[in-house]
């Protein structure tokens, strides 16, 4: 079955600590996007690829980072200089860039205490 | 800039027939609708072009104003499996999407 996993659904972390949100997708879709959703705010930006080894800042970039090293794959780690990194965060990818249909993985709960 | 929606939250009973809208102060190259059921990902809907189509997804339809920057999606006849978040997301020139804060739609028997 195709379709975008994301792991661990739930992450439980103390302040302080790097952590990493795996996406993996074999859709074989060119690009792929991070977001951070908190309640009541929507679904905000936070890097998206257009294509491996290339990747741009969305809206709210800063205490995060990404790499794309395969087409498949596009992990998140969240820094310890995101000051309030309890969210929920989804990855989505799509066939084309930018105006083609985004699929959802089922999302990382993450918490830091 | 995130396009606004309204309303933010509505209650149905089966049945009954919703419209969410969905603004933007962008020129707007095309518009996406998504559903998310709570504690799921959200799922696709419909895209909308630049032209002022209306497409359709069983009883779930849009349309797009672009002269207004407009996007309104309409649910007929309601049903339970309705109850979702609904997001607008609008493209705009080269930047990627940009979703709406949501609007919680809620279908009781």
């Known amino acids: 079955d195709g379709g975008i996993t994301q792991s661990p659904k739930y992450l439980f972390r103390k302040e302080g600590q790097n952590v990493t949100l795996s996406c993996e997708q074999n859709?074989?879709?060119?690009?792929m996007y991070w977001y951070r959703q908190d309640p009541g705010q929507g679904l905000r930006l936070i890097y998206y690829?257009?294509?491996?080894?290339?990747?741009q800042k969305g809206d709210i970039a800063e205490g995060y980072s990404v790499s794309r090293e395969k087409k498949e794959s596009f992990p998140l780690t969240v820094t310890s200089a995101q000051k309030n990194p309890t969210a929920f965060y989804l990855c989505?990818?799509?066939?084309?860039?930018?105006?083609?249909?985004?699929?959802f993985g089922p999302g990382t709960r993450l918490t830091v205490t | 800039q995130q396009p606004v929606q309204s309303p933010q939250a509505v209650i149905l009973r089966e049945g009954e027939d919703a419209v969410i809208n969905c603004s933007s102060s962008?020129?707007?190259?095309?518009v996406h609708w998504y559903r998310q059921k709570h504690g799921e990902a959200p799922v696709f809907l419909m895209i909308?072009?630049?032209?002022?189509e209306q497409k359709g997804h069983e009883k779930i339809s849009a349309s797009f104003n672009e002269k207004k920057q407009q996007s309104s999606l309409y649910l007929t006849a309601s049903q339970l499996s309705y109850s979702g978040t609904y997001f607008c997301?609008?493209?705009?020139?080269?930047?990627?999407?940009?979703f709406g804060k949501g609007t919680r739609l809620s279908v009781i028997a």
């Open positions: 989505a990818s799509s066939l084309g860039p930018l105006s083609y249909e985004q699929y």
């Open positions: 859709l074989n879709h060119d690009a």
């Open positions: 690829s257009q294509i491996v080894n290339d990747f």
């Open positions: 962008k020129a707007l190259y095309s």
């Open positions: 909308l072009l630049k032209g002022g």
């Open positions: 997301g609008t493209l705009s020139g080269n930047t990627p999407l940009v």
